[in-house]
């Protein structure tokens, strides 16, 4: 698995890539956000570790060009900002998880083992393409269809689609949903379900409305 770690700050960048490389990662290394987009058309790193203050461009900025790009890359955010919305803000645009700085080191690692596990995991794939009303999913191709059209789902997204389309009228608890979608070892709010739910909904166009809030108990898929 190859980590692609982006921080400006060479000794915290160093840190990571020390720790990622003793657990058996292989890693590289950008200080500049300006580096990252030539590198991603050169070579796809199964995950990135992606710092929020870069100096060329952004990190809020570079994580919406990269999930627009390259939905299925699963990218760890870190921020040394306090506030609640920055991490909203980071995980609208599609990081699949955050973690504040400063961080324990084996958090960290165990965070970059969770996301990068969720987008290999041949045991969370679904054989076959999924019709439920005007939504088409094809689990193999990791492709998403809604009145025809393609849309572009994040990792975490697809996979609550994923979920919620395969089980019609059953209502899923946030607690389910870390569990199922992130995982029982993920350090995650439910925060982070609200946010990603938010932002599937969004994207199913005509069919949004049947991703229902249930009040008190969480989230359930209408059936068509």
């Given amino acids: 698995m190859k980590i692609l770690i982006v921080d400006d700050e060479e000794d915290i960048a160093g840190l990571i890539q020390f ?7 292989q890693t590289e290394v950008c200080h500049n956000g300006m580096e990252v987009l030539p590198r991603l058309e050169k070579h796809l790193p199964d995950g990135i570790i992606l710092d929020l203050m ?4 952004g990190g809020m900025d570079l994580c919406r060009r990269i999930k627009e790009k390259y939905p299925h890359i699963p990218i760890l955010m870190v921020t040394a900002k306090t506030g609640e919305t920055d991490v909203v803000l980071g995980l609208e645009l599609g990081a699949d998880d955050y973690i ?3 961080f324990n080191i084996r958090e960290l690692v165990a965070r ?3 996301v990068t596990r969720r987008s290999t995991d041949p045991t969370q794939e679904v054989q076959g393409t999924i019709s439920t009303g005007k939504i088409q999913i094809n689990p193999t191709a990791h492709k998403v269809f809604v009145e025809g059209t393609e849309i572009d789902l994040t990792l975490i997204e697809f996979k609550l689609l994923q979920l919620f389309a395969g089980n019609p009228g059953v209502a899923f608890s946030r607690d389910k949903l870390l569990d199922r979608i992130w995982g029982k070892d993920v350090f995650v709010t439910d925060r982070t379900v609200d946010v990603n739910i938010k932002r599937l909904r969004d994207k199913l166009l005509s069919e949004k409305e049947r991703l229902e809030t249930i009040r008190g108990v969480g989230y359930r898929f209408r059936d068509a």
């Fill in 19 to 25: 720790h990622l490389e003793e657990e058996g990662f």
């Fill in 100 to 102: 504040r700085k400063p």
């Fill in 54 to 57: 870069l100096p060329g461009i």
């Fill in 112 to 114: 970059v083992r969770t």
